[in-house]
């Protein structure tokens, strides 16, 4: 497999940078296609001297694309944000992008192609974000028919923004908001698990299934859920506020225009649909992989949270 080649854009984000340091662990030669190369040194060290290379490359050039993909046996596509801001908008990035992507690797011949999407994808959803991750996943099926579309649902990990996020913010304030009042269910995947999928896809190891792979955790947990392990963890005391719809609508609407927002409009739609795996869905039970419980992993990047500090000795009455 040394003289393999994969391509992989978005190969320094947050489950980019599992996916590089597995396909690496095989074998492959690595070129991760990325905007800023310079943020992306961190990833050579994943593997042997030259083995992971970076180059320049955006979704909306299409001669950077097309250089990406030059001689590469498979590609991946990673790509896409959770919010909009200046050039990078859902359509940009995540339909128009994917078909760049896939157009550029067909015309460059190359074998596999494995776009990663999400849970909620659909054409016809109220949410931009979820329509343009549909519209992606067609216009790379209507080049690559036989291309391997994975959508995962939340995905946790040591640098996930979810977690995190709200751990950091039980530091800081004493109230956490429940958005439409905490009952969106998750099924929070871990990150490892949708980076061997991904792997696996793009060894062709997998046959690939007539609806999209669906990857999702081994339970299912409300927004509620969440945020009281994030208190449990950290040993915080933070108040649980339920905020009606139409009040997270009214307060997204006046700060998520802004960089950084906590919410935008987009995201409050989102909110108001599950993000689980849908019934019959091939997941990661396809690609033979047990999927890694919440519990098994958020505990020990969250303890940095603690108001203790993580290496505090635990008291008596926490055993």
Known sequence: MADRLVTVFGGSGFIGRYVVKRLAKQGWRVRVAVRRPQAAGFLRPMGDVGQVAIVQANVRHTPSVKLAVEGADVVINLVGILAESGAQQFDLIQAEGARRIAAAAKEAGVARFVQVSA?????????DY???KARGEAAVKAVYPDAAILRASVVFGPEDKLFNRFANMARYVPVLPLIGGGETRF??????????????????????????????GPAVYSFRDLMNIVLKVTERKAVLLPVPWFVARAQAAAVGWLPGAPITPDQVKLLRHDNVVGPGAPGLDAFGITPTSVDAVVPAYLLRYRRTGQYATPTAAEG
């Open 119 to 127: 849970i909620g994808a659909d054409l016809h959803a109220d949410s």
């Open 130 to 132: 979820a329509k343009s």
């Open 187 to 216: 099924q929070p995947v871990y990150v490892g698990d949708v980076a061997d999928a991904v792997v696996a896809a793009a060894n062709g190891s997998v046959a690939v299934q007539e609806r999209p792979f669906e990857l999702g």
